[in-house]
């Protein structure tokens, strides 16, 4: 019986790396160079080609939704993951800009009910039964759909709005919350329709480019302005924002 040699191999291409480092060094370099190209390929289609989207509805598949979204922000200057999502409300100053980063919303739950790939149908509420013409009374409206439908009567909101803080006012990103289900029955609730994921998406990304004045600009000016580049978009009718905008009602441009 004849003893291996150190350093030998009865594969002749591994014999080959081994007699030759440099080579090694050269695969070594190409391989690198082919992931760095994929993954920045990836990096730009995977929320647009669905190639990441998972198999099932459950909680977790948010983590991937969530994922897209973060990269979205990002390309507006917002930070790189959820966690570095501000969470601590400044009042606005004279150095901070008209329309400030986005901050997670106080009690967001989207990194455990994040959105999935479904189709929902998407809702706007404004506040109370019935318009209110006084003008010193101006009813909050938000856009929602439902994440979760927890025990107790409860649900989770996938909630976009332009929120009050007194006398000020704040763009929350992710703000996914827990709400009573008898919010439906206590509040005019309309329909937008059946959104896809990627309409959804869109949405989103429409909230986070409306410009507002944290002092001066109130949730129905800030939806009103949402709307319109939603119309304009075809993610609503015309006729349904006109409707809107008589039935809350929302301020002219």
Not at 131 to 138: G, H, T, V, Y
Not at 188 to 208: K, N, P, V, Y
Not at 238 to 249: A, Q
Request: glycine share 6%.
């Amino acid at each position: 019986m004849t003893s291996r040699n150190h350093g030998q191999t009865n594969c002749p291409f591994l014999q080959r790396l081994i007699e030759f480092p440099a080579l090694t060094n050269i695969i070594t370099v190409y391989m690198l160079c082919c992931y760095k190209l994929i993954a920045d390929t990836m990096d730009k289609n995977d929320c647009v080609s669905g190639a990441l989207r998972p198999q099932d509805n459950s909680g977790h598949s948010g983590i991937v939704v969530a994922h897209c979204r973060i990269k979205r922000m990002r390309h507006r200057g917002y930070p790189d993951d959820q966690q570095s999502f501000p969470t601590t409300l400044t009042e606005p100053s004279h150095t901070m800009p008209t329309t400030p980063m986005p901050t997670r919303g106080s009690g967001d739950l989207s990194q455990v009910y994040g959105d999935d790939w479904s189709d929902k149908e998407v809702f706007l509420q404004a506040t109370g039964l019935h318009k209110d013409s006084n003008p010193s009374n101006p009813r909050h409206v938000l856009i929602y759909w439902v994440n979760a439908a927890l025990s107790g009567g409860f649900e989770v909101w996938d909630i976009t709005q332009l929120e009050t803080h007194g006398h000020w006012h704040q763009y929350h990103y992710p703000n996914a919350l827990k709400v009573n289900t008898k919010e439906r029955s206590r509040n005019q609730t309309m329909s937008l329709g059946i959104f896809t994921s990627e309409q959804r998406e869109q949405l989103l990304e429409l909230a986070a480019d409306v410009e507002y004045d944290q002092v001066t600009t109130e949730s129905r000016t800030w939806m009103r302005n949402l709307l319109a580049k939603m119309a304009e978009e075809k993610l609503i009718s015309h006729k349904l924002f006109n409707t809107i905008r008589e039935d809350v009602p929302l301020p002219s441009a």
